[in-house]
DNA sequence: CACCTTATTGCAAACGGTTGCAATAAGGAA
DNA sequence: TTCCTTATTGCAACCGTTTGCAATAAGGTG
């Protein structure tokens, strides 16, 4: 097996001289004379000697690595966030350990749990779904450790977190489809007791307001995912004939609603458009080409990684903690586009 | 800061004994007294003791951690056998390290020496698309890391490796088309250069033959992402009223195929068939829902670190490296069933 | 020549845990 | 009472590296 990798100690005992003279040699302590400098670390050199990180993070208490808790992986906005993270955090000379919480509380606790064993300098999380108690959040604080929320943050603690305006995000598309002369905009919205699917339906309620239309609650349904989009799919094509614009809580919804009106040959953006609320890459594959509103995974995962190596790097400093809010930009495309599709 | 994670140490003054007699307790050794037992157990518990796992790791020089070097995150199959190995190595009590090499050949070689470093377990990796030299590879297996490759493996080394078989896949979805009829087969193919682009137009070429069809070159056309395919529109129209099949090398080229066709009142599949190579689930999404290829990114996670895991515990039985072949299976929707979609 | 600097090196403790072996004390047998 | 077991505990070394401090030797000064 493992031809042991070769320590100071080995590399002392080779050339004569003792662990702490190899040691200063290779970081050129000053006290070190040149010529045993020199040997040292043409010696270092010549059989590839590497320090052994784990003795280096047991001595420091410091492991350059930062600990993260996803819910899912296979989702093309967390996956980007991951990305944004890994970027910064390479840069900066992190490793990252990642933890795929499946959206299950239990075992979102053992990661934790986990993380914190391996004495990561601080952990970026994304709560998951079913995530109902905070005591293994409170525990990483209690332990000092650095910590910053991406997208899923609790609202009742005070930490970093980063997180994107949904309200905005909706108001936006809303007022997308009205600038366009959309009269009466059907909403396929969200769960009303989860943060996402309220702020999303306030925007739109919102944006009619604001443009002096009337809210009326029969133009809302709810409705998050393809199935059920096909379920209610009688529903929504009764409402076809007096609707001229839908906005969808998020992309596939908005998505398996077009594939549904076009079944039954209702043009698309001709005689409805519609414009989703971006969860990835779908939007530029579907057909038509569907106008969303683009969440900014990167974006979030820098922004995070930035905020928690500050907390790490600034040690004590304890500065009040901040939310960064990211407001989404609007994709417009041939689904909200009158003029341009045929 | 850090109020001071709690040690055997702390535990062995406080309760005035050894660290040695604490440690003993606390994983119930026999030769410690049943009252030292539940006194310093009962006491870790009160504390909420947690080992220090740097410390355990140095020791023991074990990890349990897995390193990973994948090209991309933001990558459905890509992610999905991150999120497959996951699965795996949490339910054995591995942590993983993942790196990601961005396609970059210097990146990938930081990477695996950042994951020697910190001496994990084992790696699993995946090429990066701009490897050219394999040193950094032969430095791990000269360190006797154990080591397991998923989806790109180097051809010429003898090592674990996990597969996808792509000429078969290329069979199976060309035999499909076949099956239902078609006579004239396009095939939209990838780099000739690449094993992946290769191997998918040789399985068309195999199954074409198969079923004493004539291979014709001029049905292949070199065109694999998107832009492309905007890019050959022309030439793609031209050959529309010859053909009735489509294959594609992957499922964005068959989606951009089809709203091309389809724009120009081609319908799908009544007149053209069309089958893509799965990287995602874009194909659910497409209009009309795209018939594919289907690669199983979970189970090559699953079954990449299930040989590594294999090599970690059975130390030193240098077996014969296995190389282990998945078989992509056909997922049949409505761009190749002429019946069902009207 | 004795004494003080200064340059260079090594010793030993520390990070937090594990473990072989010695040490102690208590109990039993002769 | 004396010796031998046996049960229980502690000492010390170790994993690989860092670092405060002491130690040594060489050189300079009076």
Redesign the pocket.
Known sequence: MAP??I???DI?KIL??????V??A??DHP??????KTMVQTFAKKVH????A???N????KTNTIGIIIPEMVHHFFSSVLAGIDKIAYDAGYNVMICQSNENYEREISDAQALLDNRVDGILMSLSKTTHKLDHINNLLDHGLPLVFFDRAPEELSVDKVIIDDLMGAKIATHHLISIGCKKILHLAGPQHLQIGKRRRQGYEDALTENGMEYNPNYVIKCDTMDEVYANAGQILEMASEIDGIFAVNDSTAIAAMQVLMKNDIKIPDHISVIGFGDGPNAKIAYPPLSTVEQKGIEMGQEAVKLLIKQIEENEVTTEPSTKVLTPVLRIRESTNKSRLY
């Open positions: 042991h990798q320590t100071i100690k002392a004569g001289i003792s662990a702490s003279t040691s200063r290779l970081k006290d070190i004379s040149p010529k045993t000697y590497r320090p052994n784990l003795a280096l047991l001595r420091r208490s």
